[in-house]
């Protein structure tokens, strides 16, 4: 089914327009807070969009949007994002997530909806798309015809999660080293052909970027040169650890002592963007709703810092989403929650079967928003709504007034 049938076979359940006023907002929100949303969450989480917290985020980011061979962005998934299925499967709510996003937005009218293009798995194409001038063209006409034109308003703006220009992605992404300045160009051609649909809407469309946290990451950036295309930059500030043969922390504010990565945490990520030239307005910490776990950690330190063997034989995919652990691990008198008062984070450990999990609790998400506060930051970013319960985003809410 082409996507022009999609659209009309879909976005008719609400005609009107969601247009806004014709220029940006002439002040910003204090603090701006992204929550991104797994679109395939609805299936395997049980996610209710209706129930997501609109009133206290400023903005949904939906991921993911792909790339197809040809470099056109399409919809992710047009059985979850629109309803329209094969014989073989059914759709969870009636028009897909989008029917449901647009009666959240209705809703909450200041909520903004911005279409997140890429993620870990489908980053694969964006050198390509990036190549050339017509290249380029083509992934921004596609990108906004696909978002804005065909569902009558319903999206706000574009992010790119390219993971990574250059390389460090998933194996077998197409990888180039003029990455680096054609990352700028695709950014440059976006800016401007949202801003020509802008005139013609009579609002301002966002743009933005995922941005990877670890310095080589950074370094295969010119973030002044992208900062200055974008609203705002949402950085991963998480996965600093994922598993791998030593224990560490998934998000820690800052470097504990004898930590052996001290360049891996919020605060040393930070500071080096500011170094480079990025405004801290336009920085938006990545606070992770989900914790890493490690198999067969030795005793000694509480097995912080200690040699791990992979994920626990147990370990199921959503164990590590807040939802999940709070009920279930740190509820299990075997495993005993510290305290790291130096990257302000907290761990589990359970010495008899030698589990050791990192994770954010509310305690370490308020120590975050209270960074962003300090440090006059642009905000925090959510990956990824589904994992919490609300207390989450409750810490959330009490540190942002």
């Not at 804005?148 to 319903?154: A, F, P, V, W």
């Not at 800052?254 to 480079?276: E, F, M, Q, S, V």
Request: hydrophobic letters at 35%.
């Amino acid at each position: 089914m082409k996507l022009g049938t999609i659209a009309a076979a879909v976005f008719c359940i609400a005609c009107a327009s969601m247009r806004t006023s014709s220029n940006p907002p002439t002040s910003a929100p204090r603090m701006r807070v992204v929550g991104y949303l797994a679109s395939w969450g609805v299936r395997s989480k049980g996610t209710r969009i209706a129930q997501l917290p609109a009133k206290d985020l400023t903005d949904i980011f939906y991921a993911f949007a792909q790339v197809t061979p040809d470099g056109r962005v399409t919809l992710g998934d047009p059985c979850i994002d629109v309803g329209v299925c094969d014989s073989l499967t059914t759709a969870v709510n009636a028009g897909g997530n989008f029917a449901e996003l647009r009666r959240l937005k209705e809703r909450n009218p200041n909520l903004k909806l911005v279409i997140s293009i890429g993620g870990w798995t489908r980053s694969g194409r964006f050198s390509d798309a990036s190549l050339t001038d017509s290249t380029r063209q083509l992934f921004a006409t596609s990108a906004i015809d696909t978002y804005m034109r065909q569902t009558n308003g319903l999206f706000d703006g574009i992010d790119i999660d390219w993971e990574y220009p250059t390389g460090g992605g998933m194996k077998g992404n197409v990888e180039r080293a003029e990455d680096k300045d054609n990352f700028i160009l695709l950014l440059a051609e976006l800016r401007k052909q949202l801003d020509a649909q802008g005139a013609v809407d009579h609002k301002h469309y966002e743009l933005a970027i995922a941005l990877g946290a670890g310095p080589r990451a950074i370094a295969n950036v010119d973030m002044k040169r992208v900062a200055s295309l974008l609203d705002f930059i949402n950085v991963m500030t998480y996965d600093y650890h994922s598993g791998g043969t030593t224990t560490g922390f998934n998000s820690p504010l800052y470097a504990a002592k004898g930590d052996p990565t001290p360049a891996y945490n919020i605060d040393a990520t930070i500071h080096r963007l500011l170094d480079a030239g990025v405004p801290p307005n336009k920085l938006l910490v990545g606070i992770p709703f989900y914790g890493r776990g490690y198999g067969n950690v030795q005793s000694a330190n509480a097995g912080l810092f200690q040699t791990a063997n992979g994920r626990p034989s147990d370990w199921r995919d959503r164990d590590g989403d807040w939802s999940v652990l709070s009920k279930t691990r740190l509820k299990d008198p075997r495993y005993v929650r510290y305290w790291e008062a130096d990257a302000r984070v907290p761990y589990l450990h359970d010495s008899t079967s030698g589990t050791w999990v990192s994770y954010d609790d509310p305690q370490s998400v308020r120590e975050k928003v209270r960074y962003v506060r300090e440090h006059a930051l642009g905000g925090v970013m959510i990956w990824e709504l589904g994992g919490d319960d609300g207390s989450l985003m409750n810490a959330i809410k009490a540190g942002r007034l």
